[in-house]
DNA sequence: GCCAACGTTGGC
DNA sequence: GCCAACGTTGGC
């Protein structure tokens, strides 16, 4: 099992509406970055992302489930780029926020620090487990 | 709304 | 295949 990051402005796709799709989830398209395609495409079904809301909130809400592996994204008339389908898991009970993230050691090196602008991001198991606790899950 | 960081594109 | 220019992202 792996464990991943996905980014989302609240105003394009937010886990409110990722949670209203329920079980048979949603493809999670749109990502135009090589980096990025490259872990969508090492995703397995049952893996696990956080969901991370970007420029409103800045902050992880909730935890997704891949649940069907890397295909063709549908919106890219190019061809070249992939999507998945995730499905909301459950929700953090306390969203861990950039600046909790910064501010802990344990954390700091975390993509989502390094690497801010990267839309899909791996997580170590560490840093899984951390932010879990982090966020009462 | 600004600006830094960085990925992508295209000319050579 | 290098590198400058450009565009986009996202934190502040």
Not at 81 to 105: Q, Y
Request: proline share 4%; net charge positive.
């Amino acid at each position: 099992m792996n464990y991943w990051l996905v980014k989302s402005e609240p105003s394009t796709w937010s886990w409110d509406q990722q949670v209203a799709k329920g079980a048979k989830g949603e493809a999670w398209t749109g990502v135009r970055n090589f980096t990025a395609r490259q872990n969508l495409v090492n995703m397995k079904k049952g893996d696990k992302a956080f969901f991370y809301h970007s420029n409103e909130g800045k902050e992880i809400v909730g935890i997704a489930e891949v649940i069907e592996e890397a295909y063709p994204d549908p919106t890219d008339k190019t061809g070249k780029f992939v999507c998945v389908d995730i499905k909301a898991d459950k929700p953090l009970k306390t969203p861990v926020t950039m600046a909790a993230i910064k501010a802990d050691k344990k954390l700091s090196a975390m993509a989502l620090v390094k690497y801010s602008r990267l839309s899909v991001q791996p997580v170590t198991a560490e840093e899984w487990k951390y932010v879990c606790k982090m966020g009462g899950v």
